[in-house]
DNA sequence: CTTGACCCTCACACTAATGTCATCCTTTAT
DNA sequence: ATAAAGGATGACATTAGTGTGAGGGTCAAG
């Protein structure tokens, strides 16, 4: 199939299949004419890239282990458990962040607000 | 006094100050051979500016609001809550992001874990 | 007068996946 | 034969703050 329909099938743009061809992820023959042929696999295979995109991993990354995970259960690749493991890293870190400036935004939030009570019950002792 | 100096006594880098008077948020004079001249209040101002930024907030946002707290305290200026309450949203979606992200990397690590222990005692049979 | 330490502006690099546009080629339908 | 649809490549834009380097002034000490 080309890249049309791929890009149909799948609802990632054309612009991203050949970005992912780009990185190595996808290995299209070609036509005569120049065009992509990709098998019905290649379905499979971007849903696949997506997945991973959506886990936060790069392109990259995914790269690496994905030639593995397109024949195996993940389980059975080496490389996949290391990159999860330090992403669950990254992500933790990541949210400790986040909530410690949630935290900090809640309480200068609260603070305002109690500020602005305090100015409203004196204004209404004039 | 000049910005070299302003940049040792706060621990902002040259470059982060010029860049910050290029979005508005400082206007420090010139001398007439075209250095920079700051006040002493500069050094606070860039303080101020340094906190936000590490909650998250944009020199867009903080140009929009730093000249009122500035002078004032932060509950006087109307322009800030809103910020704070919008970043507040922004953050709590990544983070619910993450959690979803997390949770999916721990099942799949979960997963992993349980599937080479599988077959680790399978191994062990025979 | 020279050296070295500062200062100036301008501009590119970075990150990473995707959008978008220009220009050109191929195929298919009219 | 031509027009429309779709494919190819290449390049720039996006985000936002910071690093870095070029090329060139300024100033003070020796």
Chains 1, 2 share one sequence.
């Not at 065009?35 to 499979?44: G, I, M, P, Q, V």
């Not at 790269?63 to 059975?76: G, I, P, Q, R, S």
């Not at 330090?86 to 109690?114: M, Y």
């Amino acid at each position: 199939m080309k890249i049309g329909e791929l890009a149909q099938r799948t609802g990632v743009s054309i612009r991203s299949i050949r970005y992912y061809e780009q990185q190595g992820l996808l290995s299209p023959l070609r036509q005569e004419n120049g065009y992509r042929e990709f098998s019905t696999f290649a379905e499979e295979q971007i849903r696949t890239i997506q997945l991973y995109l959506t886990l936060g991993l790069s392109t990259e990354q995914i790269a690496y282990f994905l030639h593995c995970v397109m024949k195996n259960k993940e389980a059975f690749c080496q490389e996949v458990l290391p990159l999860y493991e330090q992403k669950l890293t990254e992500i933790n870190l990541q949210i400790q962040n986040l909530e410690h400036i949630k935290s900090n935004l809640e309480e200068r939030i609260l603070s305002i607000h109690n500020e602005q009570e305090h100015l409203a019950s004196n204004q209404k002792l004039l």
